[in-house]
């Protein structure tokens, strides 16, 4: 019997992690490994490394420099060095010539590419030409918006006005016409893609997964109210300064904020922790992360960006935590599966506040989520076996019309 054979294709992989989008990558990865799938891992490194071959989690993995100005995980550059480096990444051709050796090499049965940015385009075009069915899901906006958050001057609009985006998004989306399974992980994200024009042969939702009952199981900790948990990357498109402005306003009840991750702001919110009643916790993950949910009583995600199906705030609600977030995105999608949770209109200027503080004198209210039962649906519709037996059945259909 043929085994099913995957090139997973992702910017960054493990242990070089941003955020939520490669840490869902590597989920995905083990998981089909776990379900006997020959998978390989194609990803990137630093110029200086070159080429890399080593395995992680017993999984083949392959990194090398894509040629460009600099590594995407390297520290944050200057403008003019990002605006060569999305020139490039428009259409890389010696990345292109790469990724044909690399597939000549390996002869998947399925192509799945992850975040694209580094290996731009391209990698869909060659991986078509030389006869490979492709699959791509979607983690954030990167083929509709520069800065793949859809923030920028205006916020009322997702994209700005400039002709230069305009023809960005023209562009990339163009290449989708290669793709021949387009997936996202929320209604939200693949209407936008949508609505801009999405040329792939079909498309399908599959909600990333989790481990359902491992977080369901901290419903009954006993919590600290007081105690407010932010979890994600310390950037100020994620929203972690209008957190620490908002918060500072309530002043008529006590509270902790503790605080969980790494980004450039890393050093400002060490300066916070100067007030006692911040903490930082650095990264976390494991038994660490699940400490931290077994604590804190309300976890606020308070993102400016649209985005796309946020972990942290499954995990929250998963976790019996009640989750303060914006109406904006797939953080709404969210929210309206559940029936706990508070949410805000991100352009009034004290929603945040008003909502935090509201979640703080909810012990006895509607938003108290360790007195409702999870229904059976939403466990089914956030597990890891639902999402890997989307993704089987995907590759499945695809191997039929080979």
């Not at 791509?136 to 997702?158: E, I, S």
């Amino acid at each position: 019997m043929h085994k099913l054979k995957v090139l997973m294709v992702s910017n960054l992989y493990y242990p070089y992690e941003i955020g939520g989008a490669e840490m869902s990558t590597r989920r995905l990865v083990n998981g089909l490994f776990s379900k006997g799938i020959d998978i390989t891992v194609l990803s990137t490194t630093s110029k200086e490394k070159g080429e890399e071959r080593d395995l992680v989690d017993g999984i083949p993995v392959i990194r090398f420099f894509p040629d460009n100005e600099y590594w995407v995980y390297e520290k944050p550059q200057e403008k003019w060095k990002k605006a060569i480096w999305h020139f490039k990444e428009l259409y890389n051709s010696a990345v292109g010539r790469q990724i044909r050796i690399y597939l000549e090499e390996l002869r998947p049965d399925i192509v799945h590419t992850q975040n694209i940015d580094s290996f731009s385009p391209i990698v869909w075009k060659v991986a078509h030409e030389l006869g490979f069915k492709v699959i791509h899901t979607t983690r954030d906006g990167h083929l509709l918006c520069p800065k793949a958050n859809f923030v920028h001057q205006n916020p009322q609009d997702k994209y700005c006005k400039s002709m230069l985006c305009d023809a960005y998004r023209f562009w990339k989306v163009s290449f989708t016409k290669y793709i021949d399974v387009f997936c996202s992980p929320s209604e939200f994200l693949l209407n936008e893609h949508k609505n801009q024009g999405l040329k792939a042969k079909n498309s399908v939702v599959i909600a990333d997964g989790f481990d359902v009952e491992k977080f369901c199981e901290l419903r009954d900790s006993v919590r600290e109210r007081a105690n407010i948990l932010y979890m994600g990357h310390l950037s100020e498109a994620k929203g972690i300064t209008d957190l620490h402005r908002a918060i500072q306003k309530i002043t008529d009840m006590s509270w902790v904020l503790h605080i969980a991750g790494k980004g450039p702001l890393e050093n400002q919110i060490r300066e916070w922790t100067k007030d006692p009643r911040f903490v930082y916790h650095g990264h976390v993950s494991g038994e660490a992360k699940l400490d931290l949910l077994k604590k804190c009583s309300i976890l606020v995600m308070p993102s400016r960006c649209f985005e796309n199906l946020p972990g942290t705030v499954i995990e929250g609600l998963l976790s019996g935590l009640i989750v303060v977030a914006p109406q904006r995105g797939g953080t709404t999608e969210i929210m309206s599966r559940f029936s706990y949770g508070i949410t805000y209109d991100p352009e009034h200027p004290d929603g945040l506040c008003l909502s935090i503080h509201q979640a703080l004198n909810s012990e006895d209210s509607d938003f108290n989520p360790r007195e409702k039962e999870l229904d059976g649906g939403i466990r089914d519709w956030y597990s890891e076996t639902r999402m890997l037996n989307s993704y089987k059945n995907v590759y499945i259909s695809q191997m039929r019309i080979i």
